[in-house]
């Protein structure tokens, strides 16, 4: 049981390790610009926080003043925003009508469209939405937080717990945020 144990825990280590060497070379098409957009070269501060993000999903949309508000305070200050659109294959979530959405809500940052799910498979992802925040970590890039970005989707003024806020800050002090996980809530994500 304990060989099992040891085998089962060194195979974790060895796929958390894989994945978080490739994340800096992961690029994806930012449906804003066209261009590519690569996470290695985003991570041109403290941090880069996706976002995961999708116009159909409603809890997506509750957040969005939250969204804007988190990249107001914190752009000048060394942390990069981007949404990720996890399924940009579904109805409305073209290039088109993302740039389109992004220019109407005043959200201005990236909206990548993660066709084949690469990051939503590399990092798990199972809501919308769901933040990552990835530091450059002395070159090779490190998830730092992933989850929720506080504890109450449909009514900010109720939200006592600001997650991403309190783990951008937590970056900002060059300290590990804590938690570095919790659970999102909202729109389930489709993976094919």
Known sequence: MKNTFT???IC????SSLSAQN???MSLTDAVTGKTYTIASEI???AL???FHSTNCPFAKMYEKR???LRTKFQNQGISFALVNPDPKSENQNADNMRSHVD???LNM?????VDQTLVKAFNITKIPEVVIITPNAGSPSIVYRGAIDNNAQVENSVTERYVERAINQVLKGEKPSPEQVRAVGCNVRSF
Do not use: C, N, Q, R
């Open 67 to 69: 969204i804007i508000d």
């Open 23 to 25: 994340i800096g070379e």
């Open 7 to 9: 085998l089962l825990f």
């Open 104 to 106: 109407a809500t005043d």
């Open 12 to 15: 974790l280590i060895s796929i």
């Open 44 to 46: 041109k501060g403290k």
């Open 110 to 114: 990236s909206y990548l469209m993660d």
């Open 49 to 51: 926080v996706l976002i």
